[in-house]
């Protein structure tokens, strides 16, 4: 665990990098969430079983992506970017592609970036898959699956406010 401030992008993504109208326009927003060093290790520790039921669940998304979702239908996953620095920021990647040969996954980053500088909004990166934590499927009627670390995040904000 860095130090430093860990940003966590919770689904629904900010429409920087994905046109408006290929999301219903009833689609979640962001709602980041910083962590300082003394809140991050128990909000890592607190986000672990969503992360590991995301990766037990991302191959079968993983294949049905690779099959041809249905037409509006968008498939983003969430891994981390990180700065020469140490900063790092869980980011939504829009899936473009899946190189099933050589285990990478190449997208547009999907948040309006707030930690990270060496990375940009809507900029296309590729990483490794074994760096995906989380995925989500954006459905055309503003529902979402998957988005299993997001939508704890929420109960989690949620229960810390009130």
Known sequence: MNSRTLLIGILALTLGAVNAQELAPNAPTDKPVSATAATASELEKAIAPHMAEARKTYPNARKRFLAGLP????????????????????????????????????????????????????????????????????????????????????????????
Not at 84 to 95: A, C, L, N, S, T
Not at 111 to 122: D, H
């Open 71 to 162: 037409e509006k239908h968008h498939f983003f996953v969430t891994t981390r970017i990180k700065d020469p620095d140490g900063k790092f920021e869980q980011v939504f990647i829009y899936v473009a592609s899946i190189d099933d040969a050589k285990k990478t996954v190449t997208g547009r980053i999907s948040n309006q970036l707030r930690v990270v500088r060496t990375f940009k909004s809507n900029q296309t990166i590729s990483f490794p898959e074994a760096e995906v934590l989380d995925w989500m499927v954006a459905r055309p009627d503003g529902t979402e699956e998957g988005n299993y670390i997001g939508k704890f995040i929420d109960e989690y904000q949620k229960k810390k406010k009130g």
